[in-house]
């Protein structure tokens, strides 16, 4: 014989009637059962139902004919959903009207948590809400949501509410837009933009002269002079590569704080399918990064002025020549092969060029003395007589004419005839011969156009 349990019945034993048939029916006002020492052993079809001592209490246990044995009862309070983990072995239909927990029943690997439409789910501790969902929303109470080891959020989230932090360990964020409003800072290792129009816009709303719209800074962990950074300006080429055609660096040209930091930038371009460096700007200059580098302006493309400031310097290949401004005043310098000009040079009535030696008797016309200021004369061949046109324009008045012996003679003279014998007395002034070829070269005849018809001249001798 089994004993499964011990059981003390109060019993009475009585006969009913129930629609017509009558019956017996054993009632008890109590069951007791004695405390087990193990779980009974059972066999198919047949399951026990017994208490065992659970720390010094009495509790109460069920055993199924597979030996499976669960406490029914903990410290006087059921005992199995609330106090402990339960088992659902087998799917059940949920009833959409209902609430209830189970296993979906077609038996995959889910639970269900299901209560009717319009109707909310609420995660408390301490009877204080911590989370709610609903069938819009997922409201966390003003919580953090933190996921450890790798978590993610995953899905498409139509709206994340107002966010106050995202911190955000590497991945992506999809889409054009967080939030509603602009993120007072963010933190990002990289950011990756691709779309047909505009990909990134930045605005900076404070009403000032000047206002600071993005930061870009490269932290180098044991910063030198001449540290640096760069944009890369990207384009597709032809075969559908992206490659830098440029690039603009700033420069740290001196870090060192108590030296006061100074800062440089350059230009780069694509050349010949490689990155570099055309133009420099540093505190003191604005130049090619490489001597002979770059030009200013084009054929077709000039610059339309160039203003200098007071004190000036134009200079060719590293001083070979020199234009320098000094105050109502250009000083050149170099040159040793001289200075050439294709025309004249004009300026306040005197007019510089390459005129041709004058030899023998000579009228000016006009149009010689409106050509050249500077006329240089040789004697060697004969006498020089030379005779100013007394029909010249009023824009000739004031202009310098200087005649210089270039080549001598022991006996020929130079001599300049200036007006004529009808209206007014002519003007003749003559240079002699002083009796050597020599002595008389750098002798010259400065005059100076007074009316339209007549000029003064002076002889200077320079022996």
Not at 219 to 239: G, K, M
Not at 280 to 296: E, K, M, Y
Request: proline share 1%; net charge negative; with cysteine.
């Amino acid at each position: 014989m089994k004993i499964l349990s011990r059981i003390f019945l109060s019993l009475f034993i009585c006969s009913t009637v129930f629609a017509g048939n009558a019956r017996n029916v054993s009632e008890s006002s109590q069951r007791f059962f004695y405390e087990q020492s193990s779980k009974p052993t059972v066999s198919t079809n047949l399951g026990a139902a017994y208490t065992k001592d659970v720390s010094g209490t009495t509790e109460y246990f069920f055993e199924n004919d597979a030996g499976t044995e669960v406490q029914l009862t903990s410290g006087g309070a059921v005992y199995g959903g609330f106090t402990s983990l339960a088992t659902l072995t087998s799917g059940t239909a949920i009833t959409a009207g209902s609430y209830q927990i189970g296993r979906d029943a077609d038996a995959t690997n889910q639970i269900h948590f299901n209560v009717p439409t319009g109707s909310t789910f609420e995660f408390s501790i301490n009877d204080v809400a911590e989370m709610t969902l609903s069938g819009t929303a997922v409201n966390f109470q003003n919580n953090t949501i933190t996921t450890t080891g790798g978590g993610s959020l995953t899905g498409t989230w139509t709206d994340m509410g107002a966010v106050t932090t995202i911190d955000i360990n590497g991945g992506t964020v999809d889409g054009t837009t967080i939030g509603g409003a602009s993120a007072a800072a963010g933190t990002f290792t990289t950011v990756t933009t691709s779309t047909s129009g505009n990909s990134f816009t930045a605005t900076n709303t404070s009403n000032a002269a000047s206002s600071q719209v993005a930061i870009l800074q490269g932290d180098r962990a044991s910063p030198a002079d001449l540290d640096a950074a760069y944009l890369s300006l990207q384009l597709s080429n032809d075969a559908g590569t992206q490659k830098e055609f440029a690039r603009l660096t700033w420069i740290a040209a001196d870090v060192n704080q108590g030296t006061s930091e100074d800062g440089q930038m350059q230009i780069s371009l694509m050349s010949a399918a490689s990155v570099q460096s055309f133009f420099t700007l540093s505190t003191t200059a604005f130049r090619p990064t490489s001597n002979d580098g770059s030009q200013l302006g084009a054929t077709t493309t000039s610059w339309s002025d160039l203003f200098l400031a007071s004190g000036g310097i134009i200079n060719w290949n590293n001083g070979d020549v020199t234009i320098t401004h000094n105050s109502d005043t250009l000083a050149f310098a170099g040159g040793a092969s001289g200075y050439t000009f294709d025309t004249k040079v004009a300026a306040d009535g005197f007019c510089v060029t390459n005129a041709t030696a004058l030899t023998g008797a000579t009228n000016l016309t006009k149009a010689n003395m409106q050509a050249a200021s500077f006329w240089p004369i040789d004697v060697s061949g004969g006498v020089v007589d030379i005779d100013i046109e007394e029909s010249l324009d009023a824009d000739d008045v004031g202009r310098k004419l200087i005649f210089a012996i270039t080549v001598g003679h022991v006996t020929n003279a130079l001599t300049i005839t200036s007006g004529d014998s009808g209206a007014d007395d002519p003007v003749v002034v003559t240079i002699n011969a002083s009796g050597t070829t020599a002595e008389d070269v750098g002798d010259y005849i400065e005059c100076t156009i007074i009316t339209t018809s007549r000029a003064t001249c002076l002889v200077v001798a320079t022996d």
